[in-house]
């Protein structure tokens, strides 16, 4: 299972660092995908690496202020957020994924063969 963790209290307009890490063994055969599940909202995809070239993708809603990357090692994957909102307060997750649904603008919309997502980390945006 992979476990998330990073989350805590921000200000809006501030920034955190999630990680992903496995339990055991390595992230690197896998394609890595974050999605949250805010209080109320249905589960959102926000951001996919692909596993050997390192192809990036993010939803809409945060392209542009998210940024997802792998450490020097291939063993972690890092979710930077910056400029955090409000509505970015959630639980976020990583999982493995098979692959991506884009939409007409190439953003980031749904996930497929989504898998081993454990515990997430709660991530509140908040004044």
């Known amino acids: 299972q992979l476990q998330a963790s990073g989350g805590g209290l921000v200000q809006p307009g501030g920034s955190l660092r999630l990680s992903c890490a496995a339990s055991?063994?390595?992230?690197?055969?896998?394609?890595i995908g974050w999605f949250r599940q805010g209080p109320g909202k249905e589960r959102e995809v926000i951001s996919c690496?692909?596993?050997?070239?390192?192809?990036?993708y993010y939803a809409d809603s945060v392209k542009g202020r998210f940024t997802i990357f792998k450490n020097s090692g291939r063993n972690t994957v890092y979710l930077q957020m910056n400029n955090l909102k409000p509505e970015d307060t959630a639980v976020y997750y990583c999982?493995?994924?098979?692959?991506?649904?884009?939409?007409?603008?190439?953003?980031?919309?749904?996930?497929?063969?989504?898998?081993?997502w454990g515990t997430g980390t709660q991530v509140t945006v908040s004044s």
């Open positions: 055991q063994g390595t992230l690197e055969p896998y394609n």
């Open positions: 690496i692909t596993r050997v070239e390192d192809t990036t």
């Open positions: 999982a493995t994924v098979q692959g991506a649904h884009l939409n007409g603008n190439r953003g980031l919309a749904d996930f497929h063969g989504m898998d081993n």
